[in-house]
């Protein structure tokens, strides 16, 4: 059975790789699981900072348009076509 990598092993990896330059095959060595083990960390560990980067983007619109006063509209109904 194939072994799993807890989420602060992941990102462990990602550091090693992404920031000190170290290669997989030898992180792999490290952390005693394949290659494609670290490779699937590293683009969970990259996907999950995309994801945050998204949020702090959003949280930064919500309080500009907040500052702007801008307030949730009532839903608009529309009269019905006429048969």
Not at 43 to 56: F, G, P, R, T
Not at 66 to 78: C, F, H, R
Request: glycine share 2%.
């Amino acid at each position: 059975m194939p072994k799993k990598m807890m989420d602060k092993h992941k990102a462990q990896a990602h550091v090693l790789n992404k920031e000190l330059g170290y290669p997989m095959k030898k992180i792999a060595e490290m952390f005693s699981v394949s290659q494609s083990t670290i490779s699937t960390a590293i683009k969970d560990v990259e996907y999950k900072k995309q994801l945050a980067d998204i949020e702090n983007e959003l949280n930064e619109a919500r309080s500009e348009v907040k500052k702007k006063g801008y307030t949730v509209q009532e839903a608009v109904t529309l009269p019905k076509a006429e048969k």
